[in-house]
């Protein structure tokens, strides 16, 4: 394969799966992080500061949980209790089905809170996320040169060199996918041969009139092209309707569309008179993960396909946790026995943590050859994408 990718048609395909550690380095709270990000978050306003209140007295008088442990705790501690007893239509200590469901909410606020606030909104810290990105669109890009002239689809339709596979929820790379596919073509045309980020399910724009979201099969028909991105467990720019399943997406660093959580009437349930306000979509961490949302339902079979046509995988800032159960099988389902795996991880200060994650990935992938880069991610993508003049 190209490294730079092009004008090269690349063989193969490789599929990239990033974990938290792709986005620690621009200032992505980890997993284990969040619980302390959003008790050391100022006052935000009345939404959020309840939502914290609330969180605050469950962790408290329920989980008997002292202040000072309240950074420490796992996400996973917190919902699955919660999960479970929704499940079982039974009440947690002396919370009843419906206060469950209310403090799970206040959790998902008080949690996209936190992951927003901690990412700085300037473009520096991501600089490795936009090299990744410009590398993506213009490896991706060659499908629209490709098809610009073609009769047949042939050739178009044989090149398809990666996808993304993502288990975060922020946007670090969707945003910058979007303003890369941006600047190589500004055009607005509805029929223009533009490419898009492609999440692999069905989306409309959260703008009614933003013509630079739109569905990647779409695209593809237009002679342009798509950059597969397909997000696991949701993403924090998108919102779903309750009622028709619809999901709306937006683009932007400034974009804070989780605040419009119950605000936002579905414009297409709203033209046959109804009034559906739009959710959230988050799968949170938790030992009963519910997956049994249409369109996440949708991504994670696409995963599955992305995966079994790997011929290469790259897992970026990714540990393999067991609890990522569903994950772990469907990768044990899909991936191919000769696919090659390069594992990213940062071996820093904690070799030792280093060693057992390596020890992880040998187990899991057994016979398949393992490849690992120790110098995390920004080390992998100067090695990868080398800046300019170096
Ligand atoms: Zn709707």
């Known amino acids: 394969m190209s490294k730079r990718g092009g004008g090269t048609v690349l063989r193969g395909k490789t599929v990239y799966v990033l974990g ?6 621009a200032g992505a709270p980890s997993q284990a992080g969040i619980m302390g990000r959003i008790f050391h978050l100022r006052r935000q306003g009345k939404a959020f500061d309840s939502a914290r209140q609330r969180l605050r007295e469950f962790l408290e008088l329920d989980l008997a949980l002292a202040e000072e442990q309240f950074p420490h705790v796992p996400l996973e501690d917190i919902y ?12 947690f200590r002396s919370h009843t089905v419906g206060d ?90 509805d029929y223009d041969p533009f490419g898009v980020v492609d999440y692999c399910c069905y989306i409309s724009s959260l703008d009614e009139h933003d013509s630079r ?9 237009c002679r342009g092209f798509n950059v597969k991105l397909l997000k696991l467990h949701g993403s924090m720019n998108w919102l779903q309707c309750p009622n028709c399943q619809r999901l709306y997406v937006g683009f932007g660093r400034k974009l804070r569309i989780l605040d419009q959580i119950g605000r936002t009437q579905c414009r297409h349930c709203a033209k046959g008179g109804l009034d559906n306000r739009l959710q959230g979509s988050l799968v949170m961490p938790t030992f009963l993960k519910d997956l049994s949302n249409f369109q996440i339902k949708l991504v994670w079979q696409n995963a599955g396909l992305e995966l079994m046509e790997a011929t290469k995988l790259v897992f970026i800032g990714y540990s393999l946790p067991y609890a990522d159960f569903e994950f772990r099988q469907l990768l044990s389902r899909m991936v191919r026995p000769g696919a090659s795996i390069e594992v ?3 071996r820093g200060a904690n070799p030792s943590q280093f060693e057992s994650e390596k020890q ?14 120790d110098a995390g991610v920004t080390g992998y993508m100067d090695k990868l994408i080398p800046r300019a003049g170096t």
């Open 360 to 373: 992880r990935y040998e187990q899991f992938f057994g016979k398949r050859k393992l490849n690992f880069h």
């Open 20 to 25: 938290a550690g792709f986005s620690i380095p």
């Open 80 to 91: 699955t209790p919660i999960d479970r007893c929704i499940a079982n239509n039974c009440s």
């Open 213 to 221: 979201v739109r569905a990647g099969l779409f695209s593809l028909g």
């Open 100 to 189: 469950l469901v209310r403090i799970r909410q206040a959790l998902g606020l008080v949690i996209s809170r936190a992951i927003a606030e901690s990412i700085p909104r300037k473009k520096a810290p991501a600089d490795y996320i936009h090299r990744f990105a410009g590398l993506l669109v213009s490896q991706a890009a060659r499908r629209a040169e490709i098809a610009r002239q073609a009769t047949s689809t042939r050739r178009g339709k044989s090149y398809d060199p990666f996808a993304v596979i993502s288990l975060n929820w922020d946007i670090l790379l969707d945003n910058a996918l979007h303003e890369a596919l941006l600047s190589q073509h500004p055009g607005t045309g």
């Open 344 to 346: 990213v991880l940062f």
